[in-house]
C-alpha cells in the first residue's frame, strides 16, 4: 500500500544541498562521517514522520503521499517549500567595534546573536561586518535521498514510536506499555525519572498520543521506584504517578 496522509511512516534519508552537493542531515552514521557531520551523541535511525503533520518541511511532506515502502526515491524540495528564498534586505553592515564591546571577535561563518536574532558573518573589513539574517539554508534546492522502513499500523507500535520520539535517550524497551479500551498505561523506567524537561515530555507525549489514538481518553504513567536508587538521584521528594487527561495541550 502507498503511503498516505496520516501515517506513521519511519524513513531513512540523506539530504544534501543541490548547488553544492554537501550533505546536510542524514539518518546514517556512515553517510554523515562520508559527509564530515557526524556526531557521537546523535541517534542514527529511521525518523518518525506522520504525514501531513508539518513534522518536516513541507516540500517533502507533501511528496511522502503516494510513496511505496521500501522503494529508493529522490525528492527535491525548492526554497520556495523548504527554507524560503533569500531576503537581501536581511543583510546588515555592523560596525566591528560594537562586537568588541561585547568581547566578540566576528570572523565569516561564524554564528552570533545580533539584537537576540541568530545571524551569520558573511565578511568582516574595513571596519565594519557583514551579518546575513537568512536561514543559513535560506535559497537552497534540497535533495532528498530517502526509503520509507516501515508503515506502522498497530496501536501499540504507534504509542512506543511515540515515546522515543518524545524521550529518545532512553532505551524504548524499558518503558512497559498497556493498552485497554480508552486507556494507555505507561510505566516509565528509573532512567527517565531525572531527565531535564521529563514532565514537559510526558505531557506532550500524552497530547500526541490522544491526537492520534483519539480513542485513548487517559494516558496514565506510572513511576516505579526500586530500592537500589540512582547514586544522581536528588533529595527533594518526586511526584506521584501522573495521569493525564483528555485535552491537555503538549507543551512548547
Do not use: C
Request: proline share 8%; net charge negative; glycine share 6%.
Amino acid at each position: 500500500m502507498p503511503v498516505a496522509k496520516g501515517d506513521f511512516a519511519l524513513i531513512d534519508h540523506t539530504t544534501k544541498i543541490k548547488e553544492t552537493g554537501e550533505i546536510f542531515d542524514t539518518t546514517s552514521a556512515e553517510e554523515a562521517k562520508k559527509g564530515g557531520i557526524f556526531k557521537e551523541d546523535s541517534r542514527y535511525e529511521p525518523m518518525l514522520v506522520v504525514v501531513g503533520e508539518g513534522w518536516v518541511l513541507r516540500g517533502l511532506d507533501d511528496s511522502l503521499v503516494g510513496l511505496e515502502v521500501e522503494k529508493e526515491t529522490t525528492i527535491e524540495v525548492p526554497p520556495e517549500q523548504a527554507f524560503g528564498p533569500r531576503d537581501p534586505t536581511k543583510i546588515r553592515m555592523i560596525p566591528v567595534s560594537r562586537f568588541r564591546r561585547q568581547n566578540v571577535s566576528p570572523y565569516p561563518g561564524a554564528q552570533i546573536e545580533v539584537e537576540g536574532r541568530s545571524a551569520v558573518v558573511r565578511s568582516v573589513g574595513a571596519g565594519r561586518v557583514q551579518v546575513d539574517f537568512n536561514p543559513p539554508l535560506a535559497g537552497k534546492t534540497l535533495v532528498y535521498d530517502l526509503v520509507v522502513k516501515r508503515v506502522l499500523t498497530e496501536s501499540l507500535e504507534k504509542v512506543k514510536a511515540l515515546i522515543h520520539r518524545r524521550i529518545p535517550s532512553v532505551d524504548l524497551e524499558k518503558f512497559r506499555v498497556a493498552l485497554a479500551d480508552k486507556d494507555v498505561a505507561i510505566e516509565v523506567p528509573e532512567e527517565a525519572f531525572y531527565l531535564e524537561g521529563i514532565q514537559a515530555a510526558k505531557r506532550g507525549l500524552a497530547s500526541d498520543i490522544q491526537r492520534f489514538l483519539p480513542e485513548k481518553e487517559r494516558v496514565v504513567f506510572t513511576e516505579v521506584f526500586s530500592s537500589q536508587k540512582p547514586s544522581t538521584a536528588p533529595s527533594s521528594p518526586q511526584p506521584a504517578p501522573e495521569t493525564v487527561p483528555e485535552g491537555t495541550q503538549a507543551a512548547p
